[in-house]
């Protein structure tokens, strides 16, 4: 099993910045990847970026070129760098820990941007 725990959240201003943190720990070398999703309140949840174990990187449109995600493997966590932050960005954030068949989500962290 893997264990996740977000931080990083809180509210900032249009145009601000904010990073949030995925810290892993468990069975986190059968881990295929780390999921960043977003989930605003009436609306479908959104699968905003994602990091593979090889490093490589995608991001959902919405969100590209101004979020950036990555890892630090000594510390065993996934940063999510947000910029240029919109109200639109308002969301419930949670990583998710894919393992193929098993996924494992953290508990999520609340970020809000005022306009």
């Known amino acids: 099993q893997v264990q996740l725990v977000e931080s990083g959240g809180g509210l900032v201003q249009a145009g601000g910045s904010l990073r949030l943190s995925c810290v892993m720990s468990g069975s986190i070398f059968a881990i295929n990847a780390i999921d960043w999703y977003r989930q605003a309140p009436g609306k479908q949840r959104e699968l905003v970026a994602i990091?593979?174990?090889?490093?490589?990187?995608y991001y959902a449109d919405s969100v590209k070129g101004r979020f950036t995600i990555s890892r630090d493997n000594a510390k065993n966590t996934v940063y999510l760098q947000m910029n240029r932050l919109k109200p639109e960005d308002t969301a419930a954030y949670s990583c998710?820990?894919?393992?193929?068949?098993?996924?494992?989500w953290g508990q999520g962290t609340q970020v809000t941007v005022s306009s």
């Open positions: 990091i593979t174990s090889g490093g490589s990187a």
């Open positions: 998710v820990a894919d393992q193929g068949i098993d996924n494992y």
